[in-house]
């Protein structure tokens, strides 16, 4: 089985759930893990799982001004947090709507505040609704990892990610190395 991992991060959370899912992935086949801004069709278009994952803003996926406010939030002196590299480029939302069909298995994740998802909103459901909408076919509800309010990945949620990806790979036939 080939498992692809394309994920989008602001501050880094995202990027260390999607690397923790790959590796309870890895023991099922190859993983690839990439950042949405460097994924190319012929990276995920022999997937046998595609796993999509980005940051909670404004209750949904990333668009160009919360991009644009996070970056904001990383400059201000004292803030802890780091913006990363190439997360100003296109996200998820814009990646998802110029995709063709998928018609592979697929599951979806999102790192979002402690709350109701009424309050914090919740990425994972609308990218996976998106990913239903391109074919896919989920193989796992969608999942949120949590971030404190400082905006620092909570403790064991690392774990929590490895044992997500571990069952997702239950979930598809084959067999998946890790490559990063």
Known sequence: M?????????????????TAIAEGLGPAGEVVVVPVGEVTPAVWS?????VVGGPTHVHGMSGPRSRQAADEM???PG???????GAEAA????????????ATAVAAFDTRMHGPAFFTGRASRRILRSLKRLGGRPVAAPESF?????????????ERARQWGAGLAASVPGRVSVKT
């Not at 022999?46 to 595609?50: G, T």
């Not at 996200?91 to 998928?102: F, I, N, Q, V, Y």
């Open 146 to 158: 949590f971030v404190t309010r400082a905006s620092l990945l909570d403790a064991g949620e690392c």
């Open 2 to 18: 080939k498992a692809v991992v394309v994920y989008e991060s602001m501050f880094g959370n995202t990027r260390r759930v999607a």
């Open 91 to 102: 996200g998820l939302r814009e990646w998802l709507a110029g995709r063709p069909d998928l």
């Open 74 to 76: 990383a400059r201000k």
């Open 46 to 50: 022999d997937a046998d799982l595609l």
């Open 79 to 85: 803030s802890g947090v780091a913006f990363e590299p």
